[in-house]
C-alpha cells in the first residue's frame, strides 16, 4: 500500500509560480511512476505531467509543456510539480497518483492517489 500526500496549493495570480510535493509513505518509491493529474468540477481528470519509475524520464501535457516541471526525490519519497507562468486555466484540483511499475497518461491505471490541493489562479 502507498499513501500519498499533497501540499503546496494556493491562490496566485496569473503570471506567477506555485510547487506542489507529493510525499509517499511505504516501500520502493522507485518502483512507482508518479504522475500529477488535475480536475475541475464536471469535468474528467486530466493528465498533466508523469516521472517514470525505470528511466526517470518525463511526459508533460501540451497544455503545460515549456511551463511546469516534474521531478521526483527517492531519497525522500517525494514528488514535485514547478508550476510557472501559471494561467486562470490552470485552476483546478491537483492530484498526486503512483502506479506500480507502469507509465500512463490515463487516471484509470493509477492505483493510488492523494488527496488532492486546490489551486486556484485569478486574472
Known amino acids: 500500500q502507498v499513501q500519498l500526500v499533497e501540499s503546496g496549493g494556493g491562490l496566485v495570480q496569473a503570471g506567477g509560480s506555485l510547487r506542489l510535493s507529493c510525499t509517499a509513505s511505504?516501500?520502493?518509491?522507485?518502483?512507482?511512476?508518479m504522475a500529477w493529474l488535475r480536475q475541475v468540477a464536471g469535468k474528467a481528470r486530466e493528465f498533466v505531467a508523469l516521472t517514470r519509475w525505470n528511466t526517470d524520464s518525463a511526459d508533460y501535457a501540451d497544455s503545460v509543456k515549456g511551463r511546469f516541471t516534474i521531478s521526483r526525490d527517492n531519497a525522500k519519497n517525494t514528488v514535485y510539480l514547478q508550476m510557472n507562468s501559471l494561467k486562470p486555466e490552470d485552476t483546478a484540483v491537483y492530484y498526486c497518483?503512483?502506479?506500480?511499475?507502469?507509465?500512463?497518461?490515463?487516471?484509470?491505471?493509477?492505483?493510488?492517489w492523494g488527496q488532492g490541493t486546490q489551486v486556484t489562479v485569478s486574472s
Open positions: 511505504g516501500r520502493a518509491f522507485s518502483d512507482y511512476t
Open positions: 497518483a503512483a502506479a506500480l511499475r507502469y507509465s500512463s497518461r490515463y487516471y484509470y491505471n493509477y492505483n493510488y
